[in-house]
């Protein structure tokens, strides 16, 4: 028996000297399908997605209407269930992630309540998961700093402008301490002027907090400049058919889309994107 | 003041034909006067003949507010003040009758919010009583109110219960089902997107109730609040009708028919139409600054 906890002991030692040992992926799928059972016949949104999203990563995931790349998001954050193969969240099945609450999902509309202030909105999932009232005050001026709204708190969302609504939203998801951030399209319905301008805050974001983030999106442009990995997805059935691996440096300014590199990677997502419509 | 103009609008055409319709309908016993003592009406004689009768088919509207003014106000104990409170209370003024009928609305109102608030939760929340409980919910109310008043009211006579409770239960029976029927729409207002929303957090099914559904479902709530008040006040009207005609709106509408005065009929009609004119406009009130302090009115 001693010896028995004498060998245990020497591995744990040896586990926590090990200097290269790999983090745990915070997503991590394997042959994960989904397929939804409609009149029309068997709908297959996921079919044998195969993806790592590492700690620190920046995964965009692009492709056509019906590719499965918001119901990717879905499975993750336990809004649905898959019908085949395995996915974990921060090692956890998604369920018990989202019951840890390791996520924050921004939705692709803001979804402010309107009887709420801005303060207001961002304060409810921290009053739901029982934050004190100090600590609730504390964070909501803290995230509302990041997401550049500081001074709005006590406003109401009808007051602010569509793109500090979605960045409203944004601080909402950031305000509990969850390392993975969920976004399904979130600055699809605003216009490109205001999208530029929320992508370069995004990745600032990002590069403060040192957040995972995973990022569903229609536009290539947004997907490069965002993402240090790009997820090519093909519809009928959804699935991923190209990864991309940027080489941009993790300091981007708006002007690094002229740059030859960008333009490479936009090519080669726009290849990716059209091969899967020639199997269609 | 730009509302107050169509509004004033509607009010003269209603007053204008209730006039030229009095006219035709009260000619028959002036003619018939005119006719005993061997006279003849010209034109405006006939119209100024039928617009003050003692006994007119369709008073008109001065007559009316004078039979208002005379059983509100004036309908006086000798050597008492007209407008005094002993006059006021008096029996024969019409406004204990209308005291009588707000209680009891006002009661029938309250039990048939509740219950139709109730009946909604429990239809949002579980889908046996979606399946069972909605179809018997509509089908109530395709029975005919005045068959089952008298039902209820001898019923709970012969318990011994008389008067006010069954009553009420008439005013709940009406004013639950638009509230039910509001409440279902309103709780189930909130989108999916903020159903998943609460999901991510986690939220317990209380929480989303309290902090998602209930606040949504406000604007259906005031809405439907507004039809059953009045739904309420007809079925206190109704439930008046069968009790003996002692005390309340329907009471004198009853009394009214009984002895052919006209006048006392349309006297209590426009009673009952001011007191839903006040309970509405309450309402109403009430929904402007709720909506407006939680950001969702138009």
């Not at chain 1, 016949?41 to 965009?60: R, Y």
């Not at chain 2, 089902?177 to 998943?196: C, E, I, N, S, W």
Request: proline share 6%; hydrophobic share 45%.
């Amino acid at each position: 028996m001693a010896l028995d906890q004498a060998v245990k002991l020497c591995l744990n030692r040896t586990n926590l000297e090990e200097p290269a040992r790999l983090p745990a992926p915070v997503i991590s799928a394997e042959n994960l399908s989904l397929t939804f059972q409609t009149n029309d016949g068997p709908v297959h949104a996921l079919s044998d997605v195969n993806l790592t999203i590492e700690k620190g990563d920046f995964v965009s995931f692009i492709g056509p209407s019906g590719c499965g790349k918001t119901t990717f998001l879905r499975v993750a954050a336990d809004l649905e269930q898959p019908t085949g193969g395995t996915i974990t969240v921060n090692g956890m099945s998604p369920e018990e992630a989202r019951k840890s609450r390791a996520y924050g999902y921004v939705f692709q509309a803001a979804g402010l309540y309107p009887w709420r202030t801005i303060g207001g909105n961002i304060r409810l999932p921290l009053e739901i998961m029982g934050y004190s009232k100090a600590e609730q005050a504390e964070r909501v001026s803290r995230t509302l700093g990041l997401v550049d709204l500081a001074g709005f708190e006590k406003k109401y969302p009808w007051q602010l402008s569509g793109g500090m609504q979605q960045r409203a939203s944004i601080a909402r998801a950031l305000a509990f301490d969850a390392d993975l951030l969920l976004m399904d399209e979130p600055f699809g319905a605003l216009d490109e002027i205001v999208r530029d301008h929320l992508n370069e805050q995004l990745l600032a974001l990002w590069d403060r907090t040192g957040k995972t983030i995973a990022f569903v999106t229609h536009s290539i442009p947004e997907a490069v400049y965002l993402s240090t990995k790009i997820v090519v997805m093909s519809p009928r059935p959804g699935r991923v058919t190209d990864v991309i691996e940027s080489t941009l440096p993790r300091e981007r300014p708006l002007d690094i889309r002229d740059s030859r590199e960008f333009i490479e990677i936009a090519h080669r997502v726009r290849e990716g994107l059209r091969a899967g419509h020639v199997e269609d | 003041m730009r509302s107050i103009v169509p509004i004033l609008t509607v009010l003269l055409v209603i007053l204008g034909l209730w006039y030229a319709a009095a006219v035709p309908l009260n000619a028959q016993w002036a003619r018939d006067q005119a006719a005993r003592a061997d006279t003849t009406l010209s034109a405006s004689q006939l119209v100024e003949a039928t617009w003050n009768q003692d006994r007119p088919r369709l008073p008109t509207p001065h007559q009316v507010g004078a039979e208002l003014w005379k059983t509100t106000f004036e309908s006086c104990v000798e050597g008492r003040r007209a407008g005094s409170i002993e006059c006021i209370t008096h029996r024969r003024s019409l406004f204990p009758h209308m005291w009588t009928t707000l209680s009891v609305t006002l009661a029938g109102f309250a039990i048939g919010t509740a219950l139709g608030i109730g009946l909604a939760v429990s239809i949002v929340y579980s889908r046996a009583m979606d399946m069972s409980v909605m179809p018997w919910v509509i089908a109530s109310q395709t029975i005919p109110i005045l068959a089952i008043a008298p039902m209820i009211v001898v019923v709970f006579n012969s318990m011994g219960i008389p008067g006010f409770i069954p009553k009420a239960i008439i005013a709940t029976y009406l004013s639950f089902f638009p509230v039910t029927v509001g409440m279902v729409k309103g709780l189930r207002a909130p989108t999916h997107m903020q159903l998943d929303q609460m999901r991510t957090w986690n939220a317990s099914g209380l929480t989303t109730f309290l902090r998602l559904r209930l606040p949504t479902s406000m604007p259906y709530l005031f809405a439907s609040l507004k039809v059953a008040v009045a739904a309420s006040l007809v079925g206190t009207v109704v439930g008046e009708l069968p009790t003996g005609a002692i005390s309340g709106i329907g009471a004198r509408l009853l009394n009214g028919s009984y002895y052919g005065n006209t006048m006392m009929i349309w006297a209590a009609l426009i009673a009952a139409a001011v007191l839903a004119a006040i309970m509405i406009a309450t309402i109403s009130l009430a929904e402007r600054v709720t909506l407006k302090r939680m950001g969702l009115a138009q």
